[in-house]
């Protein structure tokens, strides 16, 4: 194994999913729902399958999805794209990342994320032998996700070459707020830098969040110089679908496609026609979904709290994020590792997700994405 993929080992959602199935414990730690998504997508799927939709598809996805990709886009974020230039369906929003590190990044360039981030992002980052500038998100006086400021601007530099935004973020269940996205904005456009922005979790900002969801793309000066990435994994609850996709100026989107030739060419013939009929479904199944998903967050976090979890606020995705001090936990790789044992349930040590691992050592993740039933069991389990 090349020496820059040394440091990574099976990923943690691997380790904690096995970990699972073998002790028989409540899975609440890989993001993935227990319920299939909208029946028009799984019925659209299965009448591509068999109406011969097989063989491989356009390199930048079929123009049908294409075209919902850009409806969705004006539809709910205003952002008006060209379905033939401006569109570039991928093998899941994990793809679309690595492509646009690797299209985007010499050796030695670096890219400005926000610690914790998703953990795909440092091997892609990796890969192309760029080097990540990561800013530390920590809990503040309100107990949401903050940065500093000055960190941010001190982690822009002559090297920088884009900034990876995560919003709604994984594993925190932030929501970055218009003043956070306007310095980041102002700083890309300052320093003349890329964005890219992995918007997998836009459907899911519950009506507490002290902002809704606003595309990074949609701030003055920042159309011609980002790549919105996002995916029907999460929105249509079929992560085992791969279907994501990328959307930005067309030199940008081109860009990608270059490296997407060659690393998995196309993807998902029979599924792109069906994610294209669930991006058309009415604003009823986007509104129903979020409101879904936030009572079973709601039933989490009461479960959690009640089991003397400290919890913070969840404010979107299907994630939320607990402090084990008041359990007497300290190091949160210890604490999930025991927990199957202890409780019957997995959780994910957020500290994984970390350059500076110190920051998040006590924090623990859940996934709240599970059937009311399985949410309750793991309750009555930890506070057993
Ligand atoms: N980005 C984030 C923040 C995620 O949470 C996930 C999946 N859990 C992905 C990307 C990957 O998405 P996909 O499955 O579409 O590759
Ligand atoms: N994104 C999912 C999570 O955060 C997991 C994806 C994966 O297993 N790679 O739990």
Redo the contacts with the bound molecule.
């Keep these: 194994l090349v020496a820059r993929m040394r440091p990574f080992g099976t990923t943690i959602f691997t380790e904690m999913s096995a970990l699972a199935a073998r002790t028989g414990a409540v899975n609440l730690g890989q993001?993935f729902p227990d319920t299939d998504g909208p029946e028009e997508m799984l019925a659209a799927a299965a009448e591509a399958l068999a109406g011969g939709a097989n063989q491989y598809p356009p390199l930048a996805g079929i123009p049908v999805l294409r075209s919902a990709i850009a409806a969705h886009e004006q539809r709910f974020w205003g952002l008006t794209r060209d379905p033939d230039g401006e569109v570039a369906v991928t093998a899941?929003?994990?793809e679309a990342?690595a492509a646009a590190i690797l299209a985007l990044c010499e050796p030695g360039d670096e890219v400005v994320c926000f610690e914790p981030y998703?953990d795909?992002y440092a091997a892609s980052i990796a890969l192309a032998g760029a080097v990540r500038r990561p800013v530390t998100l920590r809990p503040g006086p309100a107990r949401r996700f903050e940065f500093d400021p000055d960190e941010l601007r001190k982690a822009f530099g002559p090297r920088t070459r884009l900034v990876l935004l995560?919003s709604p973020h994984?594993p925190t269940g932030k929501v970055f707020i218009p003043a956070e996205l306007k310095l980041i904005a102002d700083l890309c456009r300052e320093h003349d830098v890329f964005a890219v922005t992995?918007e997998?979790y836009e459907h899911l900002v519950f009506p507490d969040a002290a902002a809704p969801h606003v595309p990074l793309a949609t701030l003055p000066g920042m159309l011609e110089r980002t790549l919105r990435i996002s995916?029907a994994?999460k929105t249509f609850s079929c992560?085992g679908w791969?279907i994501?996709w990328a959307t930005g100026p067309a030199r940008l989107v081109s860009a990608i496609l270059r490296v997407k030739q060659f690393l998995t060419f196309v993807n998902g013939a029979p599924l792109q026609p069906a994610v294209a009929v669930a991006l058309n479904l009415p604003d009823s199944y986007f509104t129903g979904f979020t409101a879904g998903l936030r009572d079973r967050r709601d039933r989490l976090v009461d479960g959690l709290t009640d089991a003397g979890l400290a919890v913070l606020p969840s404010e979107g995705t299907y994630f939320v994020t607990a402090d084990i001090r008041p359990l007497g936990g300290e190091d949160g790789i210890e604490f999930c590792r025991a927990l199957p044992g202890r409780s019957g349930v997995v959780a994910v040590p957020t500290q994984v997700f970390y350059d500076h691992q110190e920051a998040g050592r006590h924090l623990i993740r859940f996934a709240f994405c599970k059937r009311p039933e399985v949410i309750d069991e793991a309750v009555r389990r930890l506070k057993g």
Excluded: F, I, L, P
Aim: net charge neutral; charged share 10%; aromatic share 6%.
């Design positions: 993001g899941g929003a994990t990342v998703y795909s995560n994984n992995d997998v995916s994994g992560t791969k994501g």
